[in-house]
């Protein structure tokens, strides 16, 4: 069974995940550092940078509007794989989306989380954020 990250890990990835449910901007943006890469499977599929992560929620919000979408819920379901090695942490998720759109049923996403971590300072911040889709 894989190990689970550290708590203080563990708290950034939940707080990411509960930021990203509650549409709390400012949350999500906490967990991560100054100089970030966002891996995601709309376009333009990857933001790189100091401001990366407000890049990706306006582009996310955007592509939320333009497809209907009334919420967006991910949940954790698994953990696959974490190491942490000095200053660095790496951490591998199945996780669950779901979409609620304006029309029609949930639609349901397994996928693949993937958060990478450096410590800086006297914290942890989050360097880089994947989701990858399974189907």
């Not at 995940?17 to 509650?22: E, I, K, M, S």
């Amino acid at each position: 069974m894989p190990k689970e990250p550290p708590a203080e890990i563990m708290a950034l990835i939940n707080t990411a995940l509960d930021a990203f449910n509650r549409k709390d901007p400012t949350a999500f943006s906490s967990v991560f550092g100054d100089d970030v890469v966002i891996i995601e499977g709309f376009a333009p599929f990857r933001w790189l940078g100091p401001r990366a992560v407000e890049r990706w929620w306006n582009d996310a919000e955007t592509w939320a509007k333009a497809g209907g979408v009334q919420k967006e819920h991910i949940s954790l379901e698994k953990i696959h794989y974490s190491d942490v090695s000095g200053t660095r942490a790496y951490a591998v998720f199945s996780a669950t989306l779901t979409i609620t759109v304006k029309e029609g049923e949930p639609i349901v996403r397994p996928g693949i989380l993937v958060y990478t971590f450096s410590r800086q300072g006297d914290a942890w911040k989050a360097e880089g954020h994947t989701w990858g889709r399974l189907n």
